[in-house]
């Protein structure tokens, strides 16, 4: 991909609209693991299949400030028996400034949850850690591309029903 994210903490060229996001406060704001199938889990082979969902949720606060909350939820299984689902949901309060209104979106659905992943990759492999798992390390995620792919199936679908795409 050639196009680079865009750099929300580069100030804007015109002095009097300088561009801030500033990650005010990043917090857990909820967890859950489950290991409905141990102690009998770990008698078997391990060899499991993951499964990992994304999702991501703002709220204005707000004139200038936004929650921003990444909901990761993985689910490992050995054929039919759950071995553990865990999901984590990492917040954080954004502030910004002199960013348009378009540049909001990308911001909020791909900037943020981005430098918010890391904090979950730490509590997911923690928990697993804990629950006597092995260790279990989430690979990267683009989320750039993410939100490129959510947005074309905006547009998708905002095409066939008529509307305006958000």
């Given amino acids: ?27 857990l ?7 409905p199938n141990a102690p009998a889990i770990f008698q078997g082979e391990w060899q499991p299949q993951n499964e990992m969902n994304l999702n991501t949720q703002v709220e204005q606060l ?16 050995i054929g039919d028996k759950t071995a553990f689902i865990v999901e984590v949901q990492q ?4 502030g910004v400034a002199g960013f348009a209104a378009e540049e909001m979106a990308p911001l909020m659905g791909a900037y943020v949850p981005a430098q918010l992943f890391p904090f979950v990759r730490e509590v997911v492999a923690d ?21 490129m792919q959510h947005q074309q199936e905006l547009a998708r679908q905002a095409q066939e029903t008529g509307a305006a795409p958000h």
């Fill in 1 to 27: 991909m050639n196009e680079q994210a865009p750099n929300p903490e580069a100030q804007g060229q015109d002095q009097g609209n300088e561009k801030q996001l500033m990650l005010q406060r990043i917090y």
């Fill in 62 to 77: 707000g004139d200038n400030a936004y929650e921003v909350v990444l909901t990761v939820t993985v689910s490992s299984r």
């Fill in 29 to 35: 704001k909820d967890l859950s693991f489950e290991a």
């Fill in 127 to 147: 928990l697993v850690s804990k629950g006597s798992f092995p260790q279990l390390v989430l690979q990267p995620v683009n989320f750039d591309a993410l939100f």
């Fill in 91 to 94: 917040a954080a309060i954004v």
